[in-house]
């Protein structure tokens, strides 16, 4: 089955600091990757929309400056938390459908857990 | 490889009736399982969860049901109603600290 990796799996940084995730798809290719944000209440929070080479799609609300995603390949995107502060911390989790997949068929990565200090 | 896996990408089920959706896990260590919905253009939201201590869990018209012996879990919705109409992921946890997803399953009920 399709395989998604975050690294890394847990940060901890210090306030003011930048932070860099990775989601990779292993064995396949991933036009779109969607970048999530984790919620006490367990709901999780679309962030934006990452396509292979164009800009991400940002939801409302969600600081394009602050998250900057980058999706120079058809297997990697990165989320970059820029001066992170203390109520960045979170979690955040990463999903990628493939060209080959059906249209709803989602693969999530593990997750990283960002501790801001 | 894939520990947490959803067999059937979609399910059609007619309104009134209930809808199964299953989901089979790899890893023992799981202590955790969550059930999300996603609509269309939206991020999943949570539904309900269990823990690796019980076996079942109700809200409402929500039922999820854990074998641990088979690792698997289902999650019942009865009476099945249009609105439920979405994608249905299923996620596993040991210890909160990192979820493993299925790929989904797409519920549509019939009116």
């Known amino acids: 089955g399709a395989v998604v990796s975050q690294h890394p799996s847990w940060v901890i940084c210090k306030s003011g600091t930048s932070v860099k995730i990775e989601c990779r798809s292993l064995?396949?290719?991933?036009?779109?990757m969607f970048w999530y944000r984790q919620f006490p209440k367990q709901s999780l929070m679309l962030m934006a929309t990452?396509?292979?080479?164009?800009?991400?799609?940002?939801e409302q609300g969600v600081e394009k400056d602050k998250f900057l995603i980058n999706h120079a390949s058809l297997t990697l995107s990165t989320l970059t938390v820029t001066s992170a502060h203390p109520e960045d911390s979170s979690f955040y989790i990463c999903?990628?459908?493939?060209?080959?997949?059906?249209?709803?068929?989602?693969?999530f990565g593990p997750g990283t857990r960002l501790t801001v200090l | 490889d894939q520990q947490v896996k959803q067999n059937s990408p979609s399910l059609s089920v007619q309104e009134g009736r209930i809808s199964i959706l299953n989901c089979d896990y790899t890893?023992?260590?799981?202590?955790?399982f969550l059930w999300y919905k996603k609509y269309p253009a939206e991020g999943p939201t949570f539904l309900i969860s269990?823990?690796?201590?019980?076996d079942k869990n109700e809200d409402g018209r929500f039922t999820v049901f854990l074998n641990k012996s088979a690792k698997h879990l289902s999650l019942h919705i009865v009476p099945s109603q249009p609105g439920d109409s979405a994608v249905y992921f299923c996620a596993a946890s040991i210890t909160g600290n990192q979820f493993y997803f299925g790929t989904g399953t797409s519920l549509t009920v019939i009116p």
């Open positions: 990452s396509n292979e080479g164009s800009k991400a799609t940002y």
């Open positions: 999903s990628a459908g493939g060209t080959s997949t059906s249209y709803n068929e989602q693969f």
């Open positions: 269990i823990s690796s201590i019980k």
């Open positions: 064995d396949f290719q991933a036009t779109t």
């Open positions: 890893n023992s260590m799981f202590d955790y």
